[in-house]
């Protein structure tokens, strides 16, 4: 690889991104209110459980009762600066309200501090939500949440063990490819206009393209030149950044949607869904079925497993570890693109950031089903897709619900090094 | 002209900048985790993090300024011990795996609204609550601080004279440093340490009233800020050189080339890792108090990316090397300002808007962080003989 | 060499080990007259496999001690396990192993080594990106410097350190190394890292040094040089033990022969007899056929790759060591 060429390999890197040149940046920047010695601000989101709310009017009223009005922006957000301790009270007026929306909670009381910004939570449900939602219920719909969040995990992260397994790298930007595929999505179904299954075939394959592309000029001469893993590691976070301000740089600080309309609801009893995620949660079980297939009846995925248990082994007995790896890589980049386009529409958007903030909860996966083996990356990828969407509902404040998959990872680890479904020691 | 001026006064600004002292300090920790050790510690922005909100919330509440320091290291030893004791026996990736998510558990938490008296929740603690115990403590006064001819708001009111002087001083001071520590000054142990020393910080002293550069930050404050950051850099440059040269950074060494070699020498190589681990983590701690001091404590600025930095900044100047993490952070903040102006001020509006320039630093950043790590390894001060064995 | 090394005691003269070898009980787990080694009921399971089950065994202060059999008899696993790198499966179930009076149960690979008992690999651990002196001046044991506190005022080690570096001079003039001190040990080839293990291995003057397939890799003309060295530290005083597989070198140098195969200690013999019993030949022919004992021709195609697949072994040991190490 000669250092001429390196340019122009990164260049080509991209390359699959120019598509997306002709995107427009548009995200509304929210005012922002800093406190001081002698200021204190007062905040919050208005959202309800669907989205958030902009355009509604908020009152908050000191202690002298002196009243100031403010309205939430298109994200929803909305904050005061106020020149004195205190408590203050917060109301919504209910008149600037979207229809159909239930006030739980319209008022609070906050006690200002300087220094500090304060939240004031203000609770909106939409009139079918707050119906009937008793702790049984909410349990039910957040393990379907989670276990459609798990699916969509467990699609990026076979592919991430896959490439563990077979090359023993930890690929950092794993996580933009999940990106690229929303992004790829957006592009195509959202700005040209491709129909959806068109345009989904089509970043499957533009994403699937790109691993097979990476590994040929970037990870395979690196492997032949024998740089050692950790460095490899570090060459696959300077991607990474790289690729996440790409994104910044094409398509802005905002969410993008791939699809302009609202999803249609389902309802199952106490279950509602979008109609988006029951087809993600089916297109996931398929493909990771006939991912599975692959590796246990095929060929191919036979000699995948071999490499992936004793790569020096499967060489001297005339498997070709370079191919095997090439397919890895262009497999596991193919699910990582299905993974984010499916991850897109379900939350409803792509952001540049997205993927990072899966990232961990992929290492996680994989880490909790066992380095190295696809199966314990599922089994890892449902538990922790179930652990953030349940584990709000059992009593941890949502602030946590990814911290909670983390700790639990830690202590995993601590008592099972190998992981779940991990060996615990080789024949030696 | 004057846009070139305006790009060199950037990059210097920010070469000079309290953050990138304060960056240093962490890239210093991390070379003794990973440039010396060879331990993959993915967490330095979590040490960070936990020197910072230890030290801003203890004053914030009202406890003395030294208390907050103490609680600020304290938090990040205890970070290292409940990270390394269950994952120091194991693989080195599950070390990354531990770190990067226990920073990431950290920066969770102290965004959490539930903390919010404490912590400030996701706005974070601004530097008006717990700076100003530090601030009290500056000696260049309120902008009246005069040396001979020179203070730090102007030299000699401009006079061009006195900056060539000051030019030559400087050069001087470099040269007679640099003879004093090759040991052909004539002095030995001690009496060479110490003249270093002197002639360094003179020289540091001396450097700052230089630079007429704009000062961005608080007002008359910013160059105490400055000062003593860069003096806590040349200080733990100068611990780090002292360890590293023991036979406690042979030890060091080598356990980063074979763990099961120093165990069959009788060593306790966990017990070296941990105190590694220990060390470079309260060099974070202390790089994190400085990183918030100027400006505000905000648990978003302390992530992943800011780790990313610290790995980026170390492989530029050089991973095992003493001087390597000091001029990677300037060379890496310096470099990213550098590369964000030309944009801004060559590339039309119309293929490159000004918050695209930003952007585009940040891609030439981490591409060179590929280049860099494969085609030059051992950065710019790194022993490419040393890299060339592969273990 | 130094004033730890035991005082010699007479091992120098090989009538005198041939007498006192000739007073040794020759079943398998004999009992010896001064042994420095015992070794009781140890067993290693991986998986479903039993690598080692040794019952008895002890080893006779002052002289060479050959532990062979054939690939995959459990020499190295033994190694590890006596040595402190894995753990027996049988650790609650009665194993137990001493080394000069003191307990190993429960002792740490570097304990072990702290109690005077060094080994080197078989795949050789030289630290590559440092130099020789480096290497060898890790070697040394209660460095003041090694200790963090103090590494910071250098006067607290520099004294100490002269001396050691004078004492790693010494020793690597012995082992013709001295004027590769600053290459770094990456430079060096096959036979010399194999010394400088060696040297290392002495800087911490041991009691005993255990030796892993010392003539693994090493080309013919430093092999000679290598055993004079094993013989002149017999000499000195010190205890060897050493696993190898290759028969020829075994009968020119040790004094004493234990037989592992399938993890069982099968025999043991001087090296001239014990090349002829029964239950040895019967080892090493069930595991290849067609190898003459004792035959110089073993480094064939054929024990080439017997050392490849044993170095996979070992890797494939190590993992299973580290898993089990995080186990703990």
Redesign the interface.
């Known amino acids: 690889?000669g250092?001429g060429a390196?340019g122009l390999i990164?260049a080509l890197l991209f390359a699959p991104l120019l598509v997306m040149f002709t995107a427009s940046?548009a995200s509304a920047v929210d005012t922002l209110c800093?406190?001081?010695?002698d200021k204190a601000?007062i905040?919050g989101t208005l959202r309800t459980e669907d989205g958030v709310l902009p355009d509604v009017t908020i009152t908050i009223t000191d202690e002298a009762g002196q009243a100031q009005e403010v309205t939430t922006s298109d994200t929803g957000k909305w904050n005061i600066q106020v020149e004195d301790e205190g408590t203050y009270v917060v109301k919504i007026d209910e008149t600037t309200l979207p229809k159909d929306l239930v006030v739980d909670t319209g008022q609070v009381t906050v006690k200002a501090?300087f220094?500090?910004?304060?939240?004031a939570?203000l609770t909106i449900r939409t009139e079918n939500y707050s119906a009937s939602t008793s702790k049984f219920d909410e349990l039910l719909q957040s393990t379907v949440n989670g276990l459609r969040l798990g699916l969509l995990l467990a699609l990026a992260s076979v592919g991430l063990s896959l490439i563990y397994g077979t090359t023993g790298l930890?690929n950092f930007a794993h996580a933009e490819q999940v990106t690229l595929g929303g992004m790829l999505g957006y592009f195509l179904i959202n700005v040209h206009g491709l129909g959806l299954l068109v345009g989904g075939i089509l970043v499957v394959l533009l994403c699937a393209f790109t691993g097979y592309f990476q590994d040929r000029v970037l990870w395979q001469p690196?492997r032949r030149r024998?740089?050692?893993l950790?460095?490899m590691?570090?060459?696959t976070?300077?991607?990474?950044?790289?690729?996440?301000?790409?994104y910044?740089?094409l398509v802005?600080a905002g969410t993008v949607r791939v699809l302009q309309e609202n999803p249609s609801v389902s309802e199952f009893g106490p279950i509602t869904i979008t109609n988006q995620s029951l087809a993600a949660m089916g297109i996931s079980v398929v493909v990771l079925a006939l991912v599975g297939y692959a590796l246990l009846r095929t060929r191919v995925g036979r000699a995948t497993r071999a490499v992936s248990d004793?790569p020096?082994?499967a060489s001297a007995s005339g498997i070709d570890t370079d191919k095997v790896i090439r397919l890895v890589w262009t497999v596991a980049m193919g699910l990582a693109g299905l993974s984010g386009l499916l991850y897109a529409l379900v939350v409803n958007g792509v952001k540049w950031d997205s993927g990072?903030q899966i990232l961990?909860l992929l290492?996680?996966a994989v880490?909790l089903g066992g380095?190295g083996t696809a199966f314990g990356a599922l089994v890892g990828a449902l538990i922790i897709g179930l652990v953030v969407e349940v584990s709000p509902v059992v009593g941890m404040?949502g602030?946590?619900k990814?911290?909670t998959a983390?700790?639990i990872?830690?202590l995993l680890?601590?008592v099972?090094?190998?992981g779940l479904l991990g060996k615990?020691?080789?024949?030696? | 002209m004057d846009t070139i001026q305006g790009i060199l006064n950037g990059m210097m600004r920010e070469a000079l900048s309290p953050q990138t002292a304060a960056v240093a300090i962490a890239v210093i920790g991390l070379n003794i985790h990973f440039g010396f050790t060879g331990l993959l510690n993915m967490g330095q922005a979590g040490f960070m993090l936990l020197g910072a909100y230890g030290m801003a919330i203890s004053v914030w509440h009202g406890l003395p300024f030294a208390v907050g320091i103490l609680f600020g290291l304290a938090a990040a030893l205890v970070f290292a011990l409940v990270l390394g004791v269950p994952t120091l026996k194991l693989r080195g990736d599950y070390l990354a795996i531990v770190t990067i998510s226990a920073a990431e558990i950290l920066r969770y938490v102290s965004r959490s609204s539930l903390l919010s008296d404490f912590t400030g929740a996701a706005q974070g603690i601004p530097g008006s609550q717990y700076a100003h115990p530090f601030q009290n403590l500056s000696f260049f006064g309120k902008g009246q601080f005069t040396l001979l001819p020179f203070n730090y708001l102007d030299v000699a009111d401009g006079a061009a004279w006195v900056r060539i002087v000051g030019w030559l001083l400087l050069i001087g001071l470099i040269t007679a440093l640099v003879f004093v520590l090759r040991g052909r000054a004539g002095l030995s142990g001690n009496g060479r340490i110490l003249a270093a020393i002197a002639l360094g910080v003179v020289g540091v002293l001396l450097l700052f009233f230089l630079f007429p550069v704009p000062n961005q930050a608080t007002g008359v404050n910013g160059w105490w800020v400055r000062f003593v950051a860069w003096a806590l850099v040349a200080v733990c440059t100068f611990v780090v050189f002292l360890l590293v040269r023991s036979p406690w950074g042979r030890l060091l060494r080598g356990v980063r080339e074979d763990e099961d070699a120093i165990r069959s020498l009788g060593k306790n190589v966990f017990s070296i890792k941990m105190q590694a681990l220990i060390i470079g983590g309260l060099f974070g701690a202390i790089g994190g108090m400085i990183y918030v001091l100027p400006t505000s404590t905000q648990p978003d600025s302390m992530g992943r990316s800011l780790t990313f930095f610290c790995y980026t900044a170390l492989l530029i100047g050089g991973a095992a090397t003493i001087f390597g993490p000091v001029l990677g952070a300037v060379i890496f903040y310096a470099a990213r300002i550098g590369i964000k102006y030309t944009a801004a001020a060559y590339i039309p509006d119309s293929i490159m808007n000004n918050q695209q320039t930003e952007q585009f630093s940040y891609i030439v950043v981490g591409v060179a962080l590929m280049l860099i790590v494969i085609f030059r390894p051992q950065g710019i001060l790194g022993n490419k003989r040393e890299l060339r064995f592969d273990v | 060499m130094s004033e730890h090394t035991i005082t010699p005691t007479g091992m120098a003269d090989p009538a005198v080990r041939r007498d006192l070898v000739t007073r040794f009980d020759a079943n398998p787990g004999a009992s010896k007259p001064d042994p420095i080694l015992v070794v009781d009921n140890i067993v290693r399971q991986f998986g479903g496999m039993t690598a080692v089950d040794v019952g008895h065994l002890e080893v006779q202060r002052g002289i060479i001690t050959a532990l062979i059999g054939p690939n995959g008899a459990g020499k190295t696993t033994f190694f590890n396990l006596i040595t402190g790198f894995d753990r027996p499966t049988s650790a609650k179930q009665g194993a137990h192993w001493a080394f000069d009076g003191r307990t190993l149960d429960k002792t740490s690979a570097s304990s072990v080594a702290q109690a005077g008992m060094v080994r080197t690999f078989q795949l050789t651990k030289a630290l590559s990106r440092m130099t020789v002196i480096d290497n060898m001046m890790l070697g040394a044991q209660n460095q003041a410097g090694e200790n963090l506190l103090k590494s910071v005022f250098r006067p607290a080690w520099r004294a100490q350190e002269r001396d050691i570096e004078a004492k790693a001079d010494e020793l690597l003039d012995r082992f013709k190394l001295l004027e590769k001190k600053h290459d770094y040990a990456g430079s060096l080839s096959g036979g010399q890292r194999k010394l400088l293990e060696m040297a290392r291995a002495l800087m911490s003057d041991p009691k005993m040094i255990m030796l892993d397939e010392p003539m693994a890799g090493v080309n013919p003309a430093l092999t000679q040089s290598l055993l004079g060295h094993i013989q002149s530290l017999r000499d000195e005083g010190m205890t060897v033990l050493f696993v190898e597989h290759d028969m020829h070198v075994v009968r020119h140098i040790s004094d004493w022969v234990a037989v592992m195969a399938e993890g069982r200690l099968v025999a043991e013999g001087s090296a001239d007899t014990v090349m002829s019993n029964p239950a040895v030949i019967d080892a090493y022919l069930g595991a290849h056929h067609d190898t003459d004992l004792g035959d110089d021709a073993l480094l064939s195609d054929e024990a080439l790759e017997e050392i490849a697949e044993e170095v996979a072994a070992e890797e494939a040991e190590r993992q299973a060591e580290e898993e089990a190490e995080g186990l703990k």
Request: net charge positive; aromatic share 8%.
């Open positions: 690889m250092r390196a990164v940046t800093l406190p001081g010695p601000c905040a501090k220094g500090a910004t304060i939240p939570l930890s690196l024998g740089l050692g950790s460095q590691m570090i060459v976070i300077g991607l990474s950044l790289a690729l996440q301000y790409v910044q740089y802005g004793n020096a082994l990072l961990l290492f996680a880490t380095l404040p602030d946590f990814y911290a983390l700790l990872l830690i680890l601590l099972r090094p190998q615990p020691q080789r024949v030696g």
